[in-house]
T-cell receptor, first 115, second 111 residues
């Protein structure tokens, strides 16, 4: 069974440019999460989709970040325009069961470097 | 504010030398506490879920325990392949779907 797939694995962009990160969850997983780890800090929650609906987007830093989940399948996270502080590793996770079980399956992450 | 603190930041062990990793948490109420393992360049991998004080879970050389204020991940007779970063996370009551993570503990096991 394929795991959670993220693309690109690494992106280097200039400040002010736009980047779109993509996540393909495990097939059949209705729950999809985005998390981010900034260097030296802990992994932090960004948002949660249930199918195509945003269940909780309380962790999104500001309106430069836009997440979508088309048809309840793959998801994209767009950063526009990117700032230096957006650098970090963006993780996507999916699950079939509720978050209370902790059984989230994480992708390998997309490393974003903003110069 | 909900907080998770892990200690030590890094731990070096000799193969076979047992030890414990600590996770202290401050939350208004606990729905669940989780341990993950993360290898370099990979995403976190789920290990255990603990729900209430006194609960224990085991898997191979790892055993996780929970009290009202902290959790321990005990590693018995570790092997070099146990080297990884171990992350602790909680879901507080009323937190909707958000996991709060600690910074992790980097474990190195020398042969």
């Amino acid at each position: 069974e394929a795991g959670v797939t993220q693309f690109p694995s690494h992106s280097v962009i200039e400040k002010g440019q736009t980047v779109t990160l993509r996540c393909d969850p495990i097939s059949g997983h209705d729950n999809l999460y985005w998390y981010r780890r900034v260097m030296g800090k802990e992994i932090k929650f960004l948002l949660h989709f249930v199918k195509e609906s945003k269940q909780d987007e309380s962790g999104m830093p500001n309106n430069r970040f836009l997440a979508e989940r088309t048809g309840g399948t793959y998801s994209t996270l767009k950063v526009q325009p990117a700032e230096l502080e957006d650098s970090g590793v963006y993780f996507c996770a999916s699950s079939q069961r509720a978050v209370d079980t902790g059984e989230l399956f994480f992708g390998e992450g997309s490393r974003l470097t903003v110069l | 504010e909900d907080q998770v603190t892990q200690s030590p930041e890094a731990l070096r062990l000799q193969e076979g030398e047992s030890s414990s990793l600590n996770c202290s948490y401050t939350v208004s109420g606990l729905r669940g506490l989780f341990w993950y393992r993360q290898d370099p360049g990979k995403g976190p991998e789920f290990l255990f879920t603990l729900y209430s004080a006194g609960e224990e879970k085991e898997k191979e050389r790892l055993k996780a325990t929970l009290t009202k204020k902290e959790s321990f991940l005990h590693i018995t007779a570790p092997k070099p392949e146990d080297s990884a970063t171990y992350l602790c996370a909680v879901v507080p009551t009323g937190a909707n779907s958000k996991l709060t993570f600690g910074k992790g503990i980097t474990l190195s096991v020398r042969p």
